[in-house]
């Protein structure tokens, strides 16, 4: 089965600071491609990042960058200065080569207090 | 920057009622999907369609689900006969290809069924 873990259900982090949120996955597939989405009370699905899985290198995207493990199926989020628009659930998915369909973890609600 | 966009925003129906969908994909794009939220869980996959077909669905696509695209912008998810657990906010997504590209989703529709 292919499927998404996320462990964190709730985290919390000071403005500025720095907050990992942590995703495995399960799949059989070579490639395929991981994803984080932001989703604020708005409710909104906004893209954070993406990370080829053919790639070693990390993804970036400005404060936001990924620790990327394949052999260990591992793939944080790790978020620096944090601020308090990064208050929002945030979704890891990933999308199997052999399929169309984004699959999605359960979540991890952020709150970034001042 | 393009958007895809979805109305309504919020729709209330009575059980049994027929209710339309409605997204409009970003415009360059070719697939085009549907995904469901319900309240306090995680984002599931309903479908994917190109090319005018459906492409994959899930088993939660059952026959009460059909999608269309009447014409070159539009792509509407149809639930016949709508039941008290189809409450949930429905995603549209587009992506200019498929499973490797990033599926950029719209606002979603807010459905409550009484």
């Known amino acids: 089965a292919q499927t998404v873990t996320q462990s964190q259900p709730e985290m919390s982090v000071q403005e500025a600071e720095t907050v990992t949120l942590s995703c495995t996955y399960d799949?059989?597939?070579?490639?395929?491609?991981l994803f984080w989405y932001k989703q604020p009370p708005s409710r909104q699905m906004i893209l954070v990042i993406r990370?080829?899985?053919?790639?070693?290198q990390n993804a970036t995207e400005n404060r936001f960058s990924v620790n990327f493990q394949k052999a260990a199926k591992s793939f944080s989020l790790k978020i620096s200065d944090s601020q308090l628009g990064d208050t929002a659930m945030y979704f890891c998915a990933f999308t199997p080569d052999n399929t169309d369909k984004l699959i999605f973890g359960t979540g991890t609600r952020l709150q970034v207090f001042p | 920057e393009p958007e895809v966009t979805q109305t309504p925003s919020h729709q209330v129906t009575q059980m049994g009622q027929e209710v339309i969908l409605r997204c409009v994909p970003i415009s360059n794009h070719l697939y085009f999907y549907w995904y469901r939220q319900i309240l306090g869980q995680k984002v599931e996959f309903l479908v994917s369609f190109y090319n005018n077909e459906i492409s994959e669905k899930s088993e939660i696509f059952d026959d009460q689900f059909s999608v269309e695209r009447p014409d070159g912008s539009n792509f509407t998810l149809k639930i016949r006969s709508t039941k008290l657990e189809d409450s949930a906010m429905y995603f549209c997504?587009?992506?200019?290809?498929?499973?490797?590209?990033?599926?950029?989703f719209g606002p979603g529709t807010r459905l409550l069924v009484l």
């Open positions: 990370q080829e899985a053919y790639k070693q």
């Open positions: 799949t059989s597939e070579n490639n395929y491609y």
């Open positions: 997504a587009s992506s200019k290809d498929r499973n490797q590209e990033t599926q950029y």
